[in-house]
């Protein structure tokens, strides 16, 4: 897994920030961020024990460096861990000038990014991604905690001052982790790169991250996340391209309860499904039997979700924030690379879900 270090550039209507991809990275955060006097690390149980004592070497003795350290999971996406978490800047003296280090997965990054968007009216804060899917999360600036009534539905868009991505990190990480983060980059590499598809189909079963590519494969998705996020940062556009694969991934993931199966490996069902509906509406052809044959070689749960229901999943899929008009909105592919919104009634959409499952 070695990689000449790599730097992008995101560039969005009011702000400009580096993502920096490399091995070691972890060792090199405290002289990047020199100029921050108080720092405050916020990471999760598993992490800490693994990451944060040589984070925290990197940093010099003048600085104050101190840790928070979250129960893992989605449940700390909380009003309860927000507010535990604004207590502790307040503990810390966290001033406006003062730094939020995110170390961690989505889970650490939307809980910490969004306290830094909030406390005092929003500080600097750096996404240190651990997780594949994290790729996916740190970019793009958008932040926030769960209400027991939605995903996410408390947030803001606030763009970090550093992504710092040490890719030595995701070797502790478990297989369906990693299955789950390469399935955004499958993603990423649909809406916007052939070969970058063709070339995550070659990968051998059970070696997405000890194949050669994937450092550049992982770099590829993030510039594609990027470039469409520095075009449409608040989402009015082509920022809806990324959400290809989450009409029924996200069905699928509320309906067997989350914890199941990860959010990557729903997205990849809805993903074979997304490309089903494409080639009947369409009438395009797509490597969805090609795609399907290394998903399961590669072992994603592509039949776990057998038991739910059709109606159950077209219910889910009504109520998700794309659904206009009784219309469900949904990304399409005319061809790899070539992404298309396209909105469609819940009748064909069932009737589509129906043929799909049946064939
Ligand atoms: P996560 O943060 O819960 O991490 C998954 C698991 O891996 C956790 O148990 C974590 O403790 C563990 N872990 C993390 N790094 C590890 C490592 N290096 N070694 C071993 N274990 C490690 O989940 P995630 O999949 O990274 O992120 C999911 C979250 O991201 C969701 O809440 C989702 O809403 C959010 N998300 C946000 C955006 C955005 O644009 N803000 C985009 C996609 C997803
Ligand atoms: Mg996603």
Redesign the pocket.
């Known amino acids: 897994m070695l990689l000449n270090r790599k730097e992008l550039i995101v560039k969005t209507n009011f702000s400009q920030y580096p993502i920096q991809i490399g091995n070691g990275l972890r060792h090199e955060i405290g002289s990047k961020v020199a100029h921050y006097q108080n720092v405050l690390i916020v990471t ?1 149980k ?2 800490a024990p ?1 990451y944060l004592d040589e984070v925290k070497k990197s940093f010099s003795s003048q600085q104050s460096v101190a840790s928070f350290i979250l129960p ?3 449940a700390s ?1 909380s009003m309860e861990w927000y507010s535990k978490l604004l207590d502790a800047c307040i503990a810390e003296n966290l001033d406006r000038k003062s730094l939020i280090i995110a170390l ?7 809980l910490a990014g969004f306290v830094a968007a909030t406390y005092m009216r929003g500080i600097d804060y750096v996404q240190m991604p ?2 594949l ?2 790729h ?2 740190s970019v ?1 600036g ?3 905690i769960n209400h027991p009534e939605g ?2 539905m408390i947030g803001s868009f606030h763009h970090p001052v550093l992504v710092l991505y040490d890719i030595d ?2 070797a ?3 297989h369906q ?1 990693v299955r ?1 983060g390469y399935a955004e980059i499958i993603k990423e590499a649909c809406l916007d790169d052939q070969e970058l598809f063709m070339k995550i189909l070659s990968i051998k079963p059970g070696e997405l991250i000890e194949n050669q590519g994937f450092p550049q494969h992982l770099y590829k998705g993030m510039a594609i996340k990027a470039s469409i996020v520095e075009i449409d940062e608040k989402e009015y556009g082509v920022r809806k391209y990324l959400n290809f694969g989450h009409t029924l991934g996200h069905a699928i993931e509320t309906e067997l309860g989350y914890g199941k199966i ?2 990557g490996e729903a997205v990849a069902v809805g993903m074979l499904f997304a490309m089903w509906v494409s080639e009947r509406i369409y009438g395009c052809s797509l490597p969805i039997q090609e795609l399907k044959t290394w998903m399961k070689h590669q072992g994603y749960p592509i039949d776990d979700w057998n038991e739910l229901e059709n109606q159950a999943l077209i219910s889910r899929m009504k109520k998700d924030k794309k659904a206009l008009d009784g219309m469900i909105h949904m990304v399409l592919l005319k061809e790899i690379g070539s992404p298309s919104v396209q909105a469609i009634d819940e009748k064909a959409l069932l009737k589509h879900l129906q043929d799909f499952r049946s064939e």
């Open positions: 999760d598993n992490v693994l893992a999971g989605e996406k961690g997965g989505g889970v650490v990054g939307d651990t997780t899917l994290a996916d999360s793009g958008k932040v926030a995903k996410n990190m995701m502790t990480l478990p982790e789950s990860t959010h």
